[in-house]
C-alpha cells in the first residue's frame, strides 16, 4: 500500500530518539516499541506479489471485530493491546493515567506537569499548549500529534470505571474545559455515590441496550448550558474551522470510555444545539465526528479505527446481558452494541 524511503526512516528514527518517556512506564515503553516495530513491518506484508481476492467479512460481522484501516496504523492504535511479557519482568507498574489522577499520588505527566497545574492555567494557556489536551482526556488511539501521550488500555478502562475518585477528577478537567469554552453545567452532576450504589442493583427492563458499565455516571441528570459570559469564549472556537472542534471530539469520546456517560451526553448536546445555532456557523464535518464520538459503540473512533480489546469487552457484556435475559431477569433486550444511537451523515 505505501513505502518508506531512508529519508522517511532518518526522520522517524531521529524524532523517535528524542522521545521522552521517563514518566511512562516499563510496560507502556515495550508497548510503544512492539507499536514502532509493527509500523514497519506493514510495508514489507503488503509488497506480496500474490493477489488475492478482498475478504467478506460482513458474514461475520457480529462475531469478529472488523480489520483496524492500514492509512491508520501509524497512530499505533493497538499500543495498550500488547501484554506479551517475559516470565522475569518485575511486577508492571501503575500506567501513568491512573497516577496522574489519582489524587494520592498526583503524578506528573512526560513533561512535568501535574493535573492541578493544568487546571490552574488560565485560557490563554490552555489555547495555546497543544500538548496537555491528550494527557487530561486520554483515548484507546495513540494521537499523531503527541507522541509522549499514554493511551488507554484495559486497565486503565476498569480502574476509572471501579474507582470513583479518578472519575472525580476526571470530572475537574470537564468543569475546566467547559469554563474554557463558554458552558456551564446544571442538574445533578456532582454526585455519583448513586452510580456506585447501583453495582448492588438490578438494571430496569427499560434500559437502553446500547452498552453500559453500572460504575458509570449514565444514571445521572445533568444539563450543559451556556454560561452568562459565553460570546467572549464562543469567539475562539464556534467558527467554521478551529482546532478545538477536535479537542472537543476527544472530550466526548474520552467521558463515554472512562465512564462519564452522562457528562459526554450532555456536552454533544450543548455542541448541537451550538451547531444548529443560525447565527452561528460550524462546518458538518466537525458535527458529523462529535456525533460518532457520542453515537458509535466504544470499540469504534469517530475515524472508524478499531480497538481490539474494547470490542472483546463489549462481546463480554453483550453476552452477560443476554445470559442474563434468557434467565429472566429482565435486563435489556440484547439486540446489540448501541442499538439506541443513529449516525447522520456517516
Known amino acids: 500500500m505505501f513505502k518508506v524511503n531512508n529519508l522517511g526512516l532518518s526522520v522517524h528514527r531521529r524524532f523517535a530518539a528524542s522521545l521522552t518517556l521517563r514518566s511512562i512506564n516499563r510496560e507502556e515503553q515495550d508497548q510503544i516499541r512492539a507499536a514502532r516495530a509493527k509500523f514497519f513491518q506493514v510495508p514489507k506484508r503488503k509488497e506480496s506479489t500474490t493477489h488475492n481476492p478482498p475478504v467478506d467479512n460482513k458474514a461475520t460481522a457480529s462475531t ?45 505527566d512526560a513533561r512535568g506537569r501535574t493535573l492541578a497545574e493544568m ?37 486503565v478502562f476498569d480502574a476509572f470505571r471501579a474507582q470513583s475518585e479518578l472519575r472525580q477528577q476526571l470530572k475537574r478537567s470537564f468543569m475546566r474545559m ?22 448492588e442493583q438490578p438494571e430496569s427492563e427499560d434500559q437502553d441496550a446500547s452498552i453500559k458499565d453500572p460504575t458509570t455516571s449514565t444514571d445521572v441528570v445533568l444539563s450543559i448550558v451556556r454560561a452568562p459570559d459565553w460570546q467572549k469564549p464562543f469567539r475562539n472556537w464556534a467558527i467554521r474551522f478551529d482546532h478545538n472542534h477536535l479537542r472537543m471530539t476527544r472530550i466526548i469520546r474520552s467521558l463515554r470510555v472512562l465512564g462519564l456517560e452522562a457528562e459526554a451526553s450532555a456536552f454533544f448536546k450543548a455542541l448541537e444545539e451550538v451547531y444548529n445555532d443560525p ?19 466504544l470499540h469504534t473512533a469517530p475515524d472508524g479505527e478499531q480497538s481490539e480489546w474494547l470490542w472483546d469487552w463489549e462481546m463480554q457484556e453483550k453476552a452477560a446481558r443476554e445470559a442474563q435475559h434468557t434467565n429472566g431477569e429482565g435486563v435489556g433486550d440484547g439486540n446489540g452494541i448501541a442499538n439506541g444511537k443513529k449516525e447522520n451523515g456517516d
Open 64 to 108: 469478529i471485530m472488523p480489520s483496524e484501516p492500514s492509512s491508520k496504523r501509524f497512530k499505533f492504535l493497538n499500543m495498550s493491546r500488547n501484554k506479551a511479557s517475559s516470565p522475569d519482568s518485575p511486577e508492571p507498574e501503575t500506567p501513568l493515567i491512573i497516577a496522574f489522577y489519582d489524587p494520592t499520588t498526583q503524578a506528573e
Open 119 to 155: 487546571l490552574s492555567w488560565n485560557d490563554g494557556k490552555l489555547e495555546s499548549c497543544h500538548n496537555y489536551i491528550q494527557m487530561l482526556f486520554p483515548l484507546p488511539e495513540g494521537s499523531p500529534f503527541n507522541w509522549e501521550a499514554p493511551i488507554v488500555n484495559r486497565e
Open 178 to 199: 467547559l469554563h474554557f469554552y463558554g458552558f456551564e453545567i446544571v442538574g445533578a452532576a456532582e454526585n455519583e455515590d448513586s452510580a456506585q450504589e447501583s453495582l
Open 279 to 297: 447565527d452561528i456557523n460550524i462546518n458538518l464535518r466537525s458535527m458529523t465526528y462529535w456525533r460518532n464520538a457520542m453515537g458509535r459503540p
